[in-house]
């Protein structure tokens, strides 16, 4: 059974900053590629960050240089470094993981508000 389980969310003040994780069981983790999207509410799910099986990387213009975008194939997690964080990175975060399938995790919710 395929699990993608994130954790690290939580409320923050603007300029604060979060590390997300999310762990992965029941897949072969290093052939997956891995990427973290958020969802606002009101607002369609769009993909924040990826990270391909040999750690090459891209994200969305409004994160670049404040979110990284990391893995640990030896412990089947991928995570995401936020900085900086802004009230309009509040949004619940998913991990996704592609290879054959994809497979989504439940989501974490993130609140940036002072």
């Known amino acids: 059974q395929v699990q993608l389980v994130e954790s690290g969310g939580g409320l923050v003040q603007p300029g604060g900053s979060l590390r997300l994780s999310c762990a992965a069981s029941?897949?072969?983790?290093?052939?997956?590629?891995m990427d973290w999207y958020r969802q606002a509410p009101g607002k369609q799910r769009e993909l924040v960050a990826h990270?391909?099986?040999?750690?090459?990387?891209n994200y969305t213009n409004s994160v670049k240089g404040r979110f990284t975008i990391s893995r640990d194939n030896a412990k089947n997690t991928v995570f995401l470094q936020m900085n900086n964080l802004k009230p309009e990175d509040t949004a619940v975060y998913y991990c996704?993981?592609?290879?054959?399938?994809?497979?989504w995790g439940q989501g974490t919710q993130v609140t940036v508000t002072s």
């Open positions: 990270i391909g099986t040999r750690v090459s990387t």
């Open positions: 996704k993981a592609t290879f054959r399938a994809t497979y």
């Open positions: 029941g897949i072969i983790f290093g052939l997956y590629t």
